[in-house]
């Protein structure tokens, strides 16, 4: 730890924040607010690495993990004090797995607490199909993961742990971007201990779909409309309850999906976009019985959603930034691009970011080459196709939700259409939507690297 002088501060600096309320200072405390927060910074020195990476989601996690197993001097901060909240998404799929076999992982991430998904039910007009979508993948993982994401990033931060050059700090958020000459170096935080700040060769924002650091930086997404949003709640599980990792139900203008979470199932209910104050005009015991109707098996779970505090509405989105860097400073996962939960594979794409971020910088990095803007734009220009076009399918997918299951009305029951029966039928045919959703278009692979000697002791 090296003190360094603050820079200069720039008219276009945020405002500074009262350290207790979080609100914004009045004008007349600004100025002893500044010259505190400088003493305060000076008198505990800036850190300075050579990576800052800012969010611990997967896309974060998984890039200064693989950072740290180049060599590459690497401080991660998030802004919560543990992993334990209420995760839109704990699915991998088999690109997510495959790089983490390629680094030695997959094997011990699967004696965690996870179930394995390879069979999936539809409602036909002859009553319930099962099929086995993955029969036909050739891959060590031909199945989808269903782990707590709370559990795989205690994992992946654990093994990085292991790195004498890597530094975990929980509950830092940052509240301004640190620039020189145009060139970002690194990131002022308020931690449990007061305002830090951290300077650093590189910058990587990865704190998610409402990232910090994109505002910081100034970069607006494009967004692109979407028909869903989703209501979002728990019951209880039972023993006795369907033997299905990963439920999905449909009928009545609705789409649910039951996510086993061992201890409870984590519900998903697609709605029209904005119809919420519509649902719930219609009454808390409507909705009970549209679920039970749609859901049988877990009729009698729904009468435990008593006040509408417990069903928050979850409004989807999908966007994405034109551009994902400026000098110093590079977005990944869904800071860079919004994913809907259709199809659940907004995690394997935010470690796909990491991977390729990890395999165009990681050496230049560790080797103290400079890192050049272009650089930055190769890391998009890789990923930037595979994203549109997924988010293209997801956008189509949630129009045909929208128009063929939501606008249902009634009792009338869903089937789905016969062609789409016929492609279910045919494992060859099968595969190719199985290994689009597994794998994505061009899936990156861990560049064989020089990989450092591990620390005795955790950092």
Same mark, same amino acid.
């Given at each position: 730890?090296?003190?360094?002088p603050?820079p200069a501060a720039? @008219?276009?600096?945020?405002?500074?924040?009262d350290?207790?309320v979080d609100?914004?200072l009045?004008?007349?405390?600004?100025?002893?607010?500044?010259?505190?927060l400088r003493?305060?910074?000076?008198a505990?020195g800036a850190e300075?690495t050579t990576?800052?990476?800012?969010?611990g989601?997967?896309a974060?996690a998984?890039?200064? +993990?693989l950072l740290?197993?180049?060599?590459?001097?690497?401080t991660l &901060?998030e802004? #919560? /004090?543990?992993?334990e909240?209420d995760f /839109?998404?704990?699915t991998l799929?088999?690109s997510?797995?495959?790089?983490l076999?390629?680094?030695g992982?997959?094997?011990? +991430?699967?004696? &965690?607490?996870?179930a394995?998904v390879r #069979?999936f039910?539809v409602p036909?007009?002859?009553?319930?199909f099962t099929?086995?979508l993955?029969?036909?993948l050739k891959t060590?993982?031909?199945?989808?993961?269903?782990?707590?994401?709370?559990?795989f990033?205690?994992?992946?931060?654990?093994?990085?742990?292991?790195?004498?050059?890597f *530094?975990l700090?929980?509950?830092?958020?940052?509240?301004e971007l640190l620039?020189?000459d145009g060139?970002?170096?690194g990131v002022r935080?308020?931690?449990q201990d007061g305002?830090?700040? $951290?300077?650093?060769t590189?910058?990587?924002?990865a704190d998610?779909r409402?990232?910090?650091?994109?505002r910081?930086a100034?970069f607006?997404?494009v967004?692109i409309?979407? @028909?869903?949003d989703v209501?979002?709640?728990?019951i209880?599980r039972?023993?006795?309850?369907?033997?299905?990792?990963?439920?999905?139900?449909?009928?009545s203008?609705?789409?649910? $999906?039951?996510?086993? *979470?061992?201890?409870?199932?984590?519900?998903?209910?697609?709605?029209?976009?904005?119809?919420?104050k519509?649902v719930r005009?219609s009454?808390?015991?409507r909705?009970?019985r549209s679920?039970a109707?749609?859901?049988p098996?877990?009729?009698d779970?729904?009468?435990e959603?008593?006040e509408?505090?417990?069903?928050?509405v979850?409004s989807v989105?999908?966007?994405?930034?034109?551009r994902?860097?400026?000098p !110093?400073l590079?977005?990944i996962g869904d800071a860079a691009h919004v994913?809907?939960p259709?199809?659940g594979?907004?995690?394997?794409?935010?470690?796909?970011d990491a991977?390729v971020a990890s395999n165009v910088l !990681?050496?230049?990095?560790?080797?103290g080459?400079?890192?050049?803007? /272009?650089d930055?734009a190769e890391?998009?220009?890789?990923?930037e +196709?595979p994203?549109?076009v997924?988010?293209?399918?997801?956008?189509?997918?949630q129009r045909g939700?929208a128009?063929g299951?939501?606008?249902?009305e009634?009792e009338? %029951?869903? %089937?789905?259409?016969?062609?789409?029966l016929?492609l279910?039928?045919s494992?060859?045919l099968l595969?190719i939507?199985?290994r689009?959703?597994s794998?994505?278009? /061009?899936p990156?692979?861990?560049?064989a690297?020089?990989?450092i000697?591990l620390?005795?002791?955790?950092?």
């Open positions: 730890m090296r003190a360094n603050r720039r @008219p276009s600096a945020p405002p500074f924040f350290r207790f609100r914004p009045t004008q007349e405390l600004a100025v002893s607010t500044s010259a505190q003493e305060e910074i000076e505990k300075e990576c800052c990476v800012v969010g989601g997967p974060g998984m890039l200064a +993990l740290a197993r180049q060599g590459v001097e690497v &901060l802004a #919560h /004090r543990d992993f909240r /839109r998404g704990d799929h088999a997510a797995m495959e790089i076999d390629e680094i992982l997959a094997d011990r +991430l699967l004696k &965690l607490r996870h394995k #069979h039910t036909t007009k002859g009553g319930q099929f086995d993955f029969s036909g060590r993982f031909p199945y989808i993961v269903v782990m707590a994401q709370s559990r990033l205690e994992f992946i931060t654990e093994e990085a742990k292991r790195y004498s050059n *530094r700090v929980m509950g830092a958020r940052v509240e620039e020189e060139v970002v170096r935080y308020r931690g305002w830090r700040e $951290v300077r650093a590189l910058t990587v924002g998610g409402f990232s910090k650091v994109r910081l100034g607006d997404p967004k409309s979407s @028909p869903i209501l979002w709640f728990r209880s039972r023993e006795s309850d369907p033997k299905e990792a990963l439920a999905a139900r449909v009928g203008g609705m789409f649910l $999906v039951l996510i086993d *979470r061992f201890d409870y199932w984590q519900v998903g209910c697609t709605i029209i976009k904005g119809g919420y519509d005009a009454g808390l015991e909705l009970r679920l109707r749609v859901a098996e877990w009729a779970r729904f009468d959603l008593k509408w505090k417990q069903i928050p979850l989105e999908i966007s994405r930034l034109k994902w860097h400026k !110093g590079l977005l994913m809907s259709l199809g594979v907004g995690i394997n794409y935010a470690i796909q991977v !990681g050496k230049k990095l560790a080797t080459t400079p890192i050049q803007e /272009r930055l890391v998009q220009r890789r990923r +196709l994203i549109r997924i988010q293209t399918f997801q956008s189509l997918g939700v128009r299951v939501l606008s249902s009634g009338r %029951a869903f %089937a789905v259409p016969r062609l789409v016929l279910l039928k494992p060859r595969t939507p199985a689009f959703l794998f994505g278009l /061009r990156p692979h861990v560049e690297g020089k990989e000697v620390s005795t002791q955790p950092c």
